[in-house]
């Protein structure tokens, strides 16, 4: 889930846990901003303790810090204040029984200053108060390799985005169908900490439910 402002899409928990019950969809995580880019509600900076309430009253067991505006990635000063941020509210996170983490997108690679954002955020947080949301997609189009990663910080990827990426567009791809090696991948689970994974696709040339119906049928083929 994701654009929690307070609300659940205008629905208070309670609500909005009966409509997914109804439906027999369990909700894993959800993701939040910083909320320092526009100061938004429902997120680390504006309301995080409403929102880790809500989130334990849905039975939640994740909540994970999603995106950040290119205003927020500028400086390594401003990576090392997000570390600070995260450990704080991985610990509001943690009395609630709630796991907190980070999600990954290509931008936190590139080096600034001769660091590499996402080293610092992995080294400058505790590892049991802020878990990783690794998305393959994104950190294979950044040109690095997830298993380095996850054999670098163990025990730190309990969550994936699984999507797969088009040969020489480099542009989203049906899972199985494109170039990234899904079996090698998996193969580190243990090492990575993996406890979910969700297959994802944010945009398609296909209609989506043609494209949901590759990713399904690729998968039902693995035992991942």
């Known amino acids: 889930m994701f654009d ?24 894993v995580s959800s ?31 994740y909540m994970v810090c999603a995106w950040l505006y290119k205003e927020e990635r500028v400086s ?8 600070e941020m995260l450990n704080k509210a991985g610990e ?13 997108h290509n931008f936190e690679f590139p080096p600034i200053d001769g660091i590499v954002p996402y080293d610092l ?12 949301e690794a998305d393959l997609f994104w950190i294979t189009k950044a040109g690095v390799d997830p298993v ?15 999507k797969d990426m088009e040969r020489g567009s480099e542009q989203f791809a049906e899972v199985g169908h494109g170039v990234i090696d899904f079996d090698r991948i998996f193969a580190a689970r243990e090492v990575a900490g993996l406890e979910h994974w969700f297959v994802e696709q944010d945009q398609t ?12 049928d690729f998968i039902q083929k693995k035992k991942w």
């Not at 390594?76 to 570390?83: E, G, M, T, V």
């Open 121 to 132: 955020i992995l080294q400058n947080t505790d590892k049991e108060l802020v878990k990783m």
């Open 148 to 162: 380095a990663y996850f054999t670098k910080y163990p025990g730190r990827f309990p969550l994936w985005h699984v």
């Open 76 to 83: 390594i000063d401003l990576y090392k204040a997000l570390a």
């Open 4 to 27: 929690y402002n307070g609300t659940f899409w205008a629905k208070s928990p309670k609500e909005f846990s009966k409509i997914c019950n109804d439906l027999g969809l369990t909700i």
């Open 31 to 61: 993701h939040y901003k910083t909320g320092r880019h526009d100061n938004a509600k429902g997120t680390l900076l504006n309301g995080w303790d409403k929102a880790v309430d809500d989130a334990a009253e849905m039975n939640i067991k």
């Open 92 to 104: 509001r996170c943690s009395k609630a029984k709630i796991q907190f983490g980070y999600h990954s």
């Open 205 to 216: 040339s296909r209609e989506p439910y043609v494209s949901l119906t590759m990713s399904r």
